[in-house]
């Protein structure tokens, strides 16, 4: 059983930051990439950014400059890093990991931006 707990999300003033957290717990044996998504409302899930398990990193061109994504392997632990936010930024984020027995993911954390 793999658990994944997200934390961070939360209402910001455009402009604004947030940082993510998700733990990963449980019969995790390897990592691979660890990812965030995020899903507006009436929109399909996208993917926003992901981190390989050598810390190759890729974005969203939409967020590019302004999130960064990161990992701590001893943690299990993937963060995001949300800075200069739009309310198009507005989703539920999740995590998700892609493990040696399979992908995992988080159960969502919303982040809404607004003035």
């Known amino acids: 059983q793999v658990q994944l707990v997200e934390s961070g999300g939360g209402f910001v003033q455009p402009g604004g930051s947030l940082r993510l957290s998700c733990a990963a717990s449980?019969?995790?044996?390897?990592?691979?990439?660890m990812g965030w998504y995020r899903q507006g409302p009436g929109k399909e899930r996208e993917l926003v950014a992901t981190?390989?398990?050598?810390?190759?990193?890729n974005y969203k061109d939409s967020v590019k400059g302004r999130f960064t994504i990161s990992r701590d392997n001893a943690k299990d632990t993937v963060y995001l890093q949300m800075n200069s936010l739009k309310p198009e930024d507005t989703a539920v984020y999740y995590c998700?990991?892609?493990?040696?027995?399979?992908?995992?993911w988080g159960q969502g954390t919303q982040v809404t931006v607004s003035s």
């Open positions: 998700k990991i892609r493990t040696r027995v399979g992908d995992y």
């Open positions: 449980g019969s995790i044996f390897s990592i691979y990439t």
């Open positions: 981190i390989t398990s050598v810390s190759a990193t």
